[in-house]
Structures are given as C-alpha cells and as structure tokens.
C-alpha cells in the first residue's frame, strides 16, 4: 500500500502563488505516474495536472500558464506549483497515483481577498 500526504495549502490573494507538496511512502514510487486533482463544494473532483513516471506532463486547459507539476523521485515527493491563482481555483486539492486507488486526505487551497 501507498500512503500519500499532501501539504502547503493555505490563504492567498488573487494573483499570488502557493506550491503543494505529495510525499509518498513506499519503494516503488519511480514507478507511477501521478496526478493533482481538485475539488470545490458542490462539484465533482478534476484533473488539474498528472506526471509520467518519466516526468512528461500534461495539464487541464484552465491551468495551463498558471501552474506547473513536477516530481523527485529520489525524495518520492510531487510538486504543483501555482501562480496567479485565482479566487476559482479555491479547492481541496488532492494526489494520486495513476491507476491506483491511492489517494492523499487533501490539502486546503484558499483564494480570496
């Protein structure tokens, strides 16, 4: 089993930026492609970004510019870097593995002024 612990969620204004964390435990980390997901209130949870294994990345229309997911495998930890955020991307946002049923418990993005 894969445990993943999400954090550096938080408040932040319009047009500011907040970089989220997913470390996971385990040995065979290097071996899954990953993704961030979102969810608000009310709404289903979505893809914002995923990563291969070998790190190509691809992104959800209305993040491309904005925000950018990265990985090291050696600290078995992926990244989603977000920047001009705005008050529409306040969600829980979530990792998983791809293709698995491992998810982290959600870290807490807040966007408002």
């Known amino acids: 089993q894969v445990q993943l612990v999400e954090s550096g969620g938080g408040l932040v204004q319009p047009g500011g930026s907040l970089r989220l964390s997913c470390v996971a435990s385990g040995n065979v980390f290097k071996l899954y492609g990953m993704g961030w997901y979102r969810q608000a209130p009310g709404k289903q949870r979505e893809l914002v970004a995923a990563?291969?294994?070998?790190?190509?990345?691809n992104y959800a229309e209305f993040v491309k510019g904005r925000f950018t997911i990265s990985r090291d495998n050696a600290k078995k930890t992926v990244y989603l870097q977000m920047n001009s955020l705005k008050p529409e991307d306040t969600a829980i946002y979530y990792c998983?593995?791809?293709?698995?049923?491992?998810w982290g418990q959600g870290t807490q993005v807040t966007v408002s002024s």
């Open positions: 998983n593995a791809a293709g698995t049923h491992y």
């Open positions: 990563i291969t294994s070998s790190g190509r990345t």
